[in-house]
């Protein structure tokens, strides 16, 4: 057991689960879809994966994850104790994003977003062939500034390597201005007018091409006046 409140208050219990460092994030990933160590390590890249490790035994003793192995592939899944803190966190998600809106350098990461961009991205509104869309950074050191999102059907990659497709559309932008897009804090509209982001392609892919990409599961959820 982690360190206690010594408090019978059902809140003071629960966070003697939930309240050590990253605990959430590691749940919120697990609610994103993560079932695999590296997935995991994706979605929060800051964090060791020894510390990664613990965080996922004290949450299995905990009851809210179950460890399976499938063919020697460790995979984790929310039990539904675990299930039951979904709008637990999409409720922090929503407060986080209408009261702490301010964001220093130390959070934006490429690695972190495009990885959120391939796990959410509306399929649905892509074209049926394989369609590229390539992003160039231009505030970010050149071996993370260049990535393509390739979606055929219901797949979807994120490469940081050209992976040699004919390209649909180019968006020029940079990293602050990109993730104050996919968070929802500015429009899309509002970036290609201000000149904070271009996209290089024929007329109708790039009115499509906001449409295509979206923005987050948060990204709709509405400020404070």
């Not at 709008?87 to 301010?102: I, K, Q």
């Not at 050149?142 to 050209?162: H, K, L």
């Not at 497709?165 to 201000?194: K, P, Q």
């Amino acid at each position: 057991m982690g360190s206690t409140y010594s408090q019978f208050c059902p809140v003071a219990k629960a966070m003697e689960v939930l309240d050590e460092r990253w605990t959430l994030l590691v749940v919120r990933e697990l609610l994103l879809g993560s079932r695999h160590f590296n997935d995991l390590r994706r979605g929060v890249p800051k964090m060791s994966p020894t510390l990664l490790s613990k965080r996922l035994r004290r949450l299995e003793r905990a009851g809210v994850v179950r460890r399976t192995g499938t063919g020697g592939r460790t995979a984790y899944d929310l039990t539904p104790s675990g299930e039951e803190l979904r709008p637990v966190v999409e409720a922090l998600g929503a407060w986080g994003v209408r009261w702490v809106g301010d964001l220093g350098e130390e959070d934006l990461d490429p690695h972190l977003l495009m990885w959120d961009v391939k796990r959410t991205l509306p399929l649905d509104r892509w074209p049926r062939g394989r369609t590229v869309v390539a992003f160039t950074y231009t505030d970010v050191e050149p071996s993370a500034r260049r990535w393509w999102v390739v979606v055929t059907g219901s797949d979807v990659d994120v490469c940081d390597v050209d992976p040699g497709y004919n390209v649909a559309a180019s968006l020029t932008t940079t990293l602050r201005t990109m993730t104050e897009i996919w968070r929802g804090d500015r429009a899309w509209t509002d970036a290609v007018r201000s000149s904070l982001l271009a996209i290089d392609a024929p007329r109708d892919v790039a009115r499509a091409v906001p449409d295509w990409v979206g923005v987050s599961t948060l990204g709709a959820v509405p400020r404070p006046a």
